[in-house]
C-alpha cells in the first residue's frame, strides 16, 4: 500500500502565486550614481538579494567632470513591488536619484542588436529584404553570412530576430535597453 507522502503547507509565495501576477508590468529606471567601485554590485545586489529580477542593465559614465554614471534598469513587477524596489536604491548611499521612466509616459527607449545570420540563395536574399524593411545596417559580410546591426525599440529587435530564426539565425548580441525622459528636465 503506498501512502501519499504529505506535502508541507508553504504560504504561497508574492512571486510565484497566480495573484501576484495577474498585474505585473515591465518598468525602465534609470538610476544616477556616483562613478566609483562597488556601486554596481550594490544596486544588483539589492535585486538578487530580494529575488527580483532584471530584464535589462546597462551602465555608463554620463558625466566626466562630476564622476556620475547612468544606470538603466528593466525589471517587472506588480506597481507596489516595483515602488519598493525604487525606494530601496534611493537608500543606497552613491545613488543621487531614481527615476521610473515608465511612469513619465514621456521617455524614448532605444536598444542595439547585432544579429548574425547564415544563408544562401533565396534564404540570403530573403534576409537582405527584411534587414531593409527594418533598417537594419550590414556591418559583416561573408559569402555564407551576414552581420545586421540594428537599433530601435525592443519589440522592433525582438520581432526581426524572429523573422531571422527561420532563414538562418546563429546569434545575437543585445546592448540592453537605453532610455531618456523627454523635454528639458534631466534625470
Request: hydrophobic share 40%; net charge negative.
Amino acid at each position: 500500500m503506498n501512502a501519499a507522502i504529505p506535502t508541507p503547507a508553504f504560504p504561497p509565495s508574492p512571486y510565484s502565486s497566480a495573484i501576484g501576477k495577474s498585474n505585473v508590468e515591465s518598468h525602465t529606471l534609470s538610476v544616477l550614481v556616483d562613478n566609483e567601485p562597488g556601486v554596481l554590485a550594490r544596486v544588483v545586489g539589492l535585486f538578487s538579494g530580494r529575488g527580483y529580477n532584471i530584464e535589462s542593465l546597462t551602465v555608463a559614465e554620463v558625466a566626466h567632470g562630476e564622476h556620475l554614471s547612468r544606470i538603466t534598469i528593466v525589471t517587472s513587477g506588480t506597481p507596489e513591488v516595483i515602488e519598493q524596489i525604487t525606494h530601496q536604491l534611493e537608500r543606497i548611499v552613491p545613488i543621487h536619484k531614481v527615476i521610473d521612466l515608465s511612469l513619465t509616459k514621456r521617455s524614448i527607449e532605444r536598444e542595439l542588436a547585432m544579429v548574425k545570420v547564415r544563408g544562401t540563395g533565396e534564404a540570403r536574399v530573403e534576409a537582405l529584404r527584411l534587414a531593409e524593411a527594418f533598417r537594419a545596417k550590414v556591418i559583416d559580410a561573408t559569402t555564407e553570412s551576414f552581420i545586421f546591426e540594428l537599433t530601435g525599440a525592443t519589440a522592433k529587435i525582438d520581432d526581426f530576430v524572429e523573422l531571422m530564426r527561420p532563414l538562418g539565425l546563429v546569434e545575437v548580441s543585445r546592448t540592453g535597453v537605453a532610455a531618456i525622459s523627454r523635454g528639458p528636465e534631466p534625470i
